[in-house]
């Protein structure tokens, strides 16, 4: 019988909901698998991932030396106390993607830390430790521009005339849903063949805030264009980015920001903020446009001219993908990572 070799790397994300860090230890880990013996563990991990369940921690041999790669405090944490408390011995990283002052905690646990990733230049100019930047990847074959869109909406009951805008993630304040939605209803009179996809989840006061730009949309007489969607899982992503034809992310703050790239991948252009790592993922006037974080009418005049100018915007979908491939593919992250691993364990 076949017999698996040693876990040698082990991936932790603590949290139940889905999140960035979640989305990203689950598209990583199956890659990583390829080449290190690199497992998740957690509460809530999806099946196809390769993994251990959070009791064997506990049991599990104190030899070989092992990595310990956390991504929230809570995680650091648990390494901190499976290394000082049970003895097992670990090499510790720490992923930031964080762009503001950490806070006393957070900075005590970093400087326990054997190495520190940032995931993008302006993350790693927050950090008081030094820091490897490791910029996040996108599994380019799941997220694909799609053979036929129109055909694609319609296996999704979405609609199969005009444009499609999609703006994805968290409905909140911060990630600028507001923002998107009131650049929308600015443009669409100029637009009557467009519609708009918000698409996310409202958590606790969240709530209200979902309910009053419902409100919003109907006052304005959108709500047959400007369509709010519940959250899908992970795997499902890849199909909504691929039926858009422009991608928008508003966020007035941002660590890193997965979903510029995982539109691009599908070939999918974007116009965002200048926040988080968009400045470094989005080519200006190539793969789209970048504008002042809560700036709605600069939102709102980026994303009337793409959407105006339609032979520009194709080109913009052909440079984002190929942008992607060559820049931004998950295995170019994995790899990074799997070699500062092997320098930790002495490979």
């Not at 698996?4 to 689950?26: E, M, Q, W, Y």
């Not at 030396?65 to 097992?88: P, Q, S």
């Not at 918000?198 to 419902?214: E, F, I, P, Q, S």
Request: glycine fraction near 6%.
């Amino acid at each position: 019988m076949k017999t698996s070799p040693p876990i040698r790397v082990i991936a932790p994300n603590f949290k139940r909901r889905l999140s960035g860090v979640t989305a990203t230890v689950v598209r990583l880990v199956p890659v990583q698998a390829q080449d290190i013996a690199i497992v998740a563990t957690g509460p809530v991990i999806p099946e196809h991932v390769p993994q251990i369940p959070l009791s064997a921690l506990l049991t599990l041999p104190r030899k070989p030396l092992r990595v310990w790669h956390a991504r929230r405090n809570v995680e650091m944490i648990g390494g901190l106390a499976l290394k000082y408390l049970l003895g097992k011995q670990l090499k510790l990283i720490f992923t930031s993607a964080s762009q503001r002052k950490q806070s006393g905690l957070t900075r005590w646990l970093i400087r326990r830390m054997d190495a520190v990733v940032a995931t993008s230049d302006k993350t790693a100019a927050y950090l008081e430790a030094p820091s490897t930047v490791i910029m996040h990847g996108i599994d380019v074959k799941t997220f694909a521009p799609a053979d036929d869109r129109m055909a694609l909406r319609a296996k999704m009951g979405l609609p199969t005339q005009g444009q499609l805008v999609g703006c994805y993630g968290r409905i909140r304040a911060q990630k600028g849903t507001d923002a998107f939605v009131r650049a929308m209803i600015q443009i669409m009179p100029q637009h009557p063949d467009t519609y708009a996809i918000v698409m996310g989840r409202a958590v606790g006061d969240d709530d209200a805030y979902l309910t009053a730009l419902k409100e919003e949309v109907a006052a304005a007489g959108l709500s047959e264009r400007i369509l709010f969607k519940p959250e899908v899982p992970t795997e499902a992503m890849a199909d909504w980015y691929a039926a858009l034809d422009l991608y928008v992310a508003p966020q007035r703050w941002e660590g890193f920001g997965l979903t510029p790239l995982e539109a691009m991948a599908t070939g999918c252009p974007v116009i965002a903020t200048r926040v988080g790592a968009f400045e470094q993922l989005i080519v200006e006037g190539k793969t789209g446009r970048l504008v002042a974080p809560d700036d709605i009418p600069a939102l709102a005049a980026a994303t009337d001219e793409a959407l105006a100018e339609t032979t520009k915007l194709q080109y913009w979908r052909d440079d984002s993908r190929y942008h992607v491939l060559a820049n931004f593919s998950i295995e170019k992250e994995a790899q990074s990572l799997i070699d500062l691993y092997r320098r930790l364990l002495g490979d």
